[in-house]
């Protein structure tokens, strides 16, 4: 995930409320509100990427206990059941999919080729071996 990231700073605030649902199942209503600093895949800066999730998790002890009707229902996510909940792990994964696969500016260029080019030019092992060529024979 930090791959994906220009820089490692910024914040997000998050806002978690417990509540029962009629089904007697417990839910978590989510709230992340952030804004993450991500590398842009066409350029490699940095794009300023707005986060917002609202989110409705409800935790079923049995899958096959859903109706036709819950599991076509967008509203809220199901969860496993679990005596203990990891939240950050649980906040991480809510983050991570709603981050862009693929982050990219609308609008900017690929990074300046010709100069990529003469970097790896002067480090390459070839070059080096030129070099070490040079030096054998004088
Ligand atoms: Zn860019």
């Given at each position: ?10 914040a ?10 009629e ?12 804004v ?6 066409r ?40 005596k ?6 649980l ?9 862009p696969?693929v ?30 060529k ?5």
């Open positions: 995930m930090l791959d994906a990231l220009a820089e490692a700073g910024g997000v605030s998050y806002w978690i409320e417990g509540r029962i649902s089904r007697e199942r417990p839910r978590l209503l989510l709230r992340l509100d952030g993450f600093s991500l590398r842009c895949q350029c490699l800066g940095s794009v300023a990427y707005p986060l917002q999730v609202r989110n409705l998790l409800e935790f079923v002890g049995d899958e096959s206990r859903l109706t036709q009707e819950e599991i076509e229902d967008d509203s809220r996510d199901f969860l496993p059941w679990k203990e909940i990891d939240v950050v792990a906040l991480e994964d809510e983050i991570i999919l709603a981050l696969p982050p990219r500016h609308e609008q900017c260029d690929f990074p300046d080729l010709k100069y990529a080019a003469d970097v790896n030019m002067k480090s390459s092992p070839f070059s080096m071996l030129r070099e070490l040079g030096k054998i024979t004088q």
